[in-house]
């Protein structure tokens, strides 16, 4: 099976962006990730912290923060807006060339679109909680208390602009548990049907 | 990583079963599917086929008919006894060594009591449609109602014994549409990390 871009839809904590880095380097492939976040900077004047927090998770204003938030002249709040170029970045990007994309619907966008592998990677929360401990440190705030936060408003976010629901094993092609099967055999995997 | 058992769940029509047996062939252990109904039948004197139908599905006169049918003096169904039994016949082949078990909630009942690798097979509607014509032949119900009916009653049959969510990538260590990978590729992918 040939495949030519790989999308990684991932649990905040389950190392879905270090597996996404190492199939790349494996493939000798690009991994688009925090480039995104650069080339949508470039082309909105967004700031990258806006668009690193608001291209994935709704507002933790939730949604009646964004029901409340301003709206412009045809009732589309900031972050629909940067929905809109971030899709266009994510469907350019995928003409390039093979690559490994890394979160932000890239599934959604592409479906039937480009000859995909959709990959969703998991664990679960005591993995989690010990993953992001040990990656970005110790917080004022409990890890689980953090993870379901982030779960919970990503969840959100892609319901509200895929109108599907996140985590179903239908929408991927392959969805792994990085916590029982390890990053090493997760990039094995993943690498191994492209 | 070494997993003693490993438990196949599977939409109809995806060729989870036919993946269980490779799996097992090529590992050289056995694999557990009809071998369940034959012991629960004997446990049980229950006849193969009420066994078959309702052993993974709600009756198809759905809950009502489920709530409203023949109960014992504890109130019990008799699908309810049927669950009873194999849930002891499944917990009991476990025991017995590495093994593959397709369906019947084994991933829920062995949790945290075996080292299992936890496997979900799915595949959309229509290729599950191509396989069910291919292999079970055309029926006076198009292949697609015979689906929707199979995946409403099963995922109401897991729900029900379970308490948990059918289809949720979060329940699996892995979770593979045979239809975009191709049950070959499904099949060296669970042999490799047994």
């Known amino acids: 099976m040939t495949k030519r871009i790989i999308t990684i839809s991932r649990e905040f904590g389950s190392g879905g ?13 690009p991994c688009y990730d925090q480039e995104i976040i650069d080339e949508i900077a470039e082309k909105s004047g967004l ?18 923060g964004s029901l409340l938030g301003s709206r412009d002249y045809y ?49 679960s929360l005591e993995k989690r909680a010990e993953r992001i401990v040990h990656v970005y440190g110790e917080s004022s705030e409990a890890p689980e208390k953090r993870l379901r936060d982030k779960d919970r408003r990503r ?5 509200m602009y895929t109108d599907t629901e996140w985590g179903l094993a239908a929408n991927y092609d392959l969805a792994l548990d990085s916590g029982t099967l390890g990053i090493e055999s997760c990039v094995d995997i993943i690498a191994g049907l492209f």
Do not use: M
Request: net charge positive; proline share 2%; hydrophobic share 40%.
């Open 17 to 29: 962006r270090t597996i996404g880095r190492e199939v790349a380097a494996r493939l000798g492939i």
């Open 47 to 64: 700031a990258r912290d806006y668009i690193s927090e608001h291209g994935e998770y709704v507002s933790s204003a939730g949604w009646w």
């Open 75 to 123: 009732g589309n709040s900031p972050q629909d807006t940067l929905w809109s170029i971030q899709s266009r970045v994510i469907l350019d990007l995928a003409e390039k060339g093979p690559c490994v994309i890394v979160g932000r619907c890239a599934d959604h966008l592409l479906k039937g679109k480009a000859d995909c592998l959709t990959v969703f990677i998991h664990a």
């Open 155 to 159: 969840k959100a976010y892609y319901q």
